[in-house]
């Protein structure tokens, strides 16, 4: 498994970290993905024998809210 983690700005509650896990969770081969309120931030976990692009995560997250995840 291949972890990453984002900053994302604009999150503000538990509305907020639903939508942003499970739109990254609809993404294809992202087997979890956790936002953590308090540090701002996702963590993503994907098969390493795939690519999950940044810009994949960048649009599943932006598209559910206006959030802005650094890269």
């Known amino acids: 498994m291949i972890k990453k983690i984002f900053k994302v700005k604009g999150m503000k ?3 907020c ?3 942003i896990e499970t739109a990254v969770k609809k993404l294809e081969y992202v087997s979890n ?3 953590d309120l308090e540090k701002g931030s996702l963590t ?3 098969d390493e024998s795939v690519i999950v692009s940044n810009k994949q995560i960048k649009e599943a997250v932006e598209g559910v809210g206006r959030f802005e995840i650094i890269l």
Do not use: L, P, R, S
């Open 17 to 19: 970290k639903t939508n």
């Open 44 to 46: 993503i976990e994907y």
């Open 33 to 35: 993905a956790e936002v």
């Open 13 to 15: 509650c538990q509305h």
